[in-house]
């Protein structure tokens, strides 16, 4: 007997692909808030900034989106069903209408966005250095 394509774990696992593709856009993009926190995060999070930036500058394709793509055709899906993440993950990572022009301008939107966040990041390490580095010393007389 066989399984219905919508039984088998295709689609789920195409959505959590989509899950972390998303999550992956939102680290590239915000990851910098993160490393003022949790410093050595810097270098897993630069390499994504590179990364991303370099396939919207590119125009490369993200290679999550063959693999959801492909997980969703084993699942039998068509196009993409209207449910959760469907319907409201899918077109912040696929908006219409994204023309070259438009993924330049996504790519530098990263890279002015992230080197904001670095800057004040390096700018409140070197204030910490400095203010760590001065000792108050006791007035001479």
Known sequence: MAMNPAQTPYPMLADLVV??????????VFGGLLVMKWHRLIWIHLPAVFWGVA?????????????ENWLRHK?????????FVAHYLLPMLYPQ???R?????????????????YGWVFR?????????STVQRPARR
């Not at 699942?75 to 449910?83: L, T």
């Not at 022009?101 to 966040?117: D, E, F, Y």
């Not at 409140?124 to 760590?132: A, I, P």
């Open 19 to 28: 899950l972390v593709h998303l999550g992956f856009v939102v680290f590239v």
């Open 55 to 67: 396939i919207e500058l590119s125009g490369w394709i993200c290679p999550l989106t063959p693999l």
């Open 75 to 83: 699942g039998g899906e068509e196009n993409y069903q209207f449910d």
């Open 97 to 99: 209408g994204l023309t």
């Open 101 to 117: 022009k438009s993924q330049i301008v996504l790519g530098a939107l990263v890279v002015v966005v992230n080197g904001a966040i």
């Open 124 to 132: 409140e390490r070197k204030v910490q250095r400095f203010n760590s």
